[in-house]
Nanobody
């Protein structure tokens, strides 16, 4: 049974930082690109970024690319989303997702999803 479990969310002040983790089990982790998405209340799910199977490449969306980075540790089956200079508009539930063949923003091409972790940016 494949599981993706996000952690690290919480409440942070504007300008602060958080690091989210996505721990995977039940799959050959290095065979999957891992994407991060977010969904604010009342909004559609938005792609944040993706890291390639080996971790050698990342692709971040325009709203976050100067502030967020993705890394992975295949030995620990974990991907990280480092979020710096957080803004109130970054408030959302953050999800990680795994794709065997897709490296990009199309959420319907990701086979497995986590349950999400809430990030709230507020003073």
């Amino acid at each position: 049974q494949v599981q993706l479990v996000e952690s690290g969310g919480g409440l942070v002040q504007p300008g602060g930082s958080l690091r989210l983790a996505c721990a995977a089990s039940g799959l050959t982790f290095s065979n999957y690109a891992i994407g991060w998405f977010r969904q604010a209340a009342g909004e559609k799910r938005e792609w944040v970024g993706v890291i390639s199977w080996t971790g050698g490449d990342t692709w971040m969306s325009t709203p976050v690319k100067s502030r967020f980075t993705i890394s992975r540790d295949n030995a620990k089956n974990t991907v990280f989303l480092q979020m710096n200079s957080l803004r109130p508009e970054d408030t959302a539930v953050y999800y990680c997702a795994a794709s065997r063949s897709h490296y990009g923003p199309e959420n319907h091409k990701y086979e497995y999803w986590g349950q999400g972790t809430q990030v709230t940016v507020s003073s």
